[in-house]
């Protein structure tokens, strides 16, 4: 009998993660912008470094999550239940979102960050379950990509899709179709539970192991403490927050100062596990330690890359095709007219100088002003829609990458884990290099540039995103210890948030930076250094990895 090559699950949970990611990437992809956006048009007119900061202190604690999650499912729940109630959780939460009042903003963002916490790293520990079989454990890195496809075909429909009802209904539409989107990736789901059983399956304690509840409590007791400390604690003075310790913003203290208990708790984990385990426990957290970076540049594309789509890239749509309806559709109108808001420097605006007074006008015309009259209004593509070049870029080159590998492995001469991630880590560093020179091109915003450099950016970006990414989801799964699988796939997700985190601190850092190409160079040293960090340990990880592997045979 003939064997298939992937399980009958892989279509279900591929269409499931596809439309929670519909809905997820929907949402991140307008995050900034309704938070930058003026109150009349249902924003909440924050600056920049504000609006960077909340971005990331959402995302991070949107990747912190999992860990408990992972967590329960592993010990507890079992992983169909708690992605059923996520899916919900984060639903609801994308409908509150679009409320405009603090209040719902804040309770949304609560229950996506819970949410999310049930479903991500249990639909992907599910997936991994399902290829733990000898019929299907050789094309479990190919699943994965296969998956992971799905998750960008979601988020590349999505922004096109919420720039239609943005401009049509405006952002609380927009949030309500992110909310759809996540009810049907859950539709979906149920309609394929029956082939979910045999992955279905909880771990089975072992002789001597703490209670779940035992380690759930070691990790997030102390980290809330630390995080109240942190946002507490008084530091030097500051001009924008006086009461900050480390940086200057008291919610990063907080998430700093939650990370110390956490990374005590996977030393403990570490250190506590049976000879045998601790090699490569240790290999899986220091891949884990290296990619940090790799996120913290790469999830700046819903800040710094939003920023640079909004106000540097030549969004007009040609006058010959404004006639045409379904362009018309994507197009955001923008006039030229003084604005109302506070007088501050910010990237939403520009000066100036009207007789004796400095007029601010929005930044998007700041190099065409001079032939701009008062009313004028311009048909711009929406800035969401540039979110969805990487998605595409995703679609197109994963067959391709997928392929290459398939075709290496069958002579023999995949690369392995870790140079696969040293790979990414490099490639992901000369997707800042392409930025510099885009950089350049725009003279600090004296010129609008093409998008083709953003096509071009995130090309480069995305060949290192998929020798990373996927592959990491992959890797826990394959090399991790059985009864450890959840608990590191959960420090997997803990890097991710930390990065998140990161990229948040670094997008701040935008407006303080007049030359902007020595802001992408920044991000190609951090990048360097990661990739040489892990270099320097590829001998090491490649024996762990190898040796382990040839265990699990």
């Known amino acids: 009998m003939k064997q298939r090559k992937h399980p009958k699950a892989l279509p279900f949970l591929f269409l499931s993660e596809m439309w929670e990611r519909f809905g997820y990437y929907l949402m991140i992809g307008i995050f900034t912008l309704y938070l930058e956006d003026l109150k009349r048009k249902g924003g909440f007119e924050m600056t920049t470094a504000e609006s960077a900061g909340l971005y990331g202190t959402f995302i991070a604690l949107v990747f912190f999550t999992p860990f408990i999650g992972g967590l329960l499912a592993d010990r507890v729940l079992g992983y169909r239940f708690p992605i059923v109630l996520g899916g919900i959780l984060m639903g609801v939460g994308y409908c509150l979102m679009g409320i405009h009042s603090y209040a719902m903003l804040y309770t949304g963002m609560v229950l996506v960050i819970c949410g999310n916490g049930l479903f991500k790293p249990n639909i992907s520990t599910l997936l991994g379950n399902l290829y733990n079989t000898p019929e299907y454990k050789n094309q479990k890195d190919e699943g994965y990509n296969i998956f992971y496809m799905g998750i960008n075909i979601g988020a590349f429909i999505c922004n096109i899709v919420s720039a239609m009802l943005i401009n049509k209904y405006g952002y609380s539409v927009a949030f309500v179709g992110a909310g759809i989107g996540m009810f049907v990736g859950i539709v979906v789901f149920l309609l394929g539970s029956k082939h979910y059983e045999g992955g279905d399956v909880k771990k089975e304690p072992i002789p001597g192991e703490k209670p779940w509840w035992i380690d759930l409590a070691i990790v997030v007791v102390p980290a809330v403490i630390f995080a109240v400390v942190g946002y507490f604690i008084n530091g030097v003075p500051s001009e924008t927050n006086e009461h900050s310790f480390l940086v200057k913003d008291d919610v990063t203290d907080a998430f700093l100062f939650a990370c110390v208990p956490v990374i005590f708790f996977f030393g403990y984990v570490l250190f506590s596990s049976p000879k045998s385990e601790r090699r490569v426990v240790s290999a899986i957290l220091v891949v884990c330690l290296a990619v940090m970076p790799f996120w913290a540049i790469f999830k700046q594309n819903g800040t710094v890359l939003n920023t640079w789509a909004k106000n540097y890239t030549n969004r007009e749509i040609p006058a010959s095709v404004q006639g045409n309806l379904s362009a018309m559709y994507l197009a955001d109108t923008m006039r030229y007219e003084k604005s109302s808001e506070p007088e501050q420097v910010t990237d939403k605006h520009f000066r100036k100088i009207e007789g004796e007074k400095?007029?601010?006008?929005?930044?998007?015309?700041?190099?065409d002003n001079e032939k701009r009259k008062e009313g004028d209004q311009l048909y711009l593509f929406n800035t969401n829609i540039f979110q969805s070049v990487n998605p595409f870029w995703v679609i197109i080159l994963t067959p391709l990458i997928v392929g290459i590998f398939r075709f290496l492995r069958l002579r023999k001469m995949e690369p392995s884990i870790p140079v696969k991630f040293v790979i990414g880590l490099f490639i992901t560093g000369l997707s800042c290099l392409v930025m510099v020179q885009a950089a350049n091109s725009s003279m600090d915003g004296a010129v609008?540039?093409?998008?083709?450099?953003?096509?071009?950016?995130?090309?480069?970006?995305?060949?290192?995103?998929?020798?990373l990414s996927p592959i990491g989801l992959s890797m826990v799964s394959k090399l991790a210890p059985a009864r450890l699988t959840a608990l590191l796939m959960g420090a997997w997700f803990i890097s991710t948030s930390i990065g998140n985190k990161l990229s948040g601190v670094i997008a701040s850092l935008w407006d303080q930076y007049d030359n902007k190409a020595s802001f992408f160079m920044l991000n190609f040293y951090l990048m360097m250094g990661a990739t040489l960090l892990l270099v320097a340990l590829l001998p090491w990880l490649i024996k762990i990895f190898r040796e382990q592997k040839n265990l699990q045979q």
Do not use: D, H, M, R
């Open 358 to 367: 400095a007029i601010q006008y929005p930044a998007y015309f700041k190099n």
């Open 448 to 467: 609008k540039t093409s998008y083709w450099w953003f096509f071009a950016a995130y090309g480069v970006i995305t060949v290192g995103e998929l020798c």
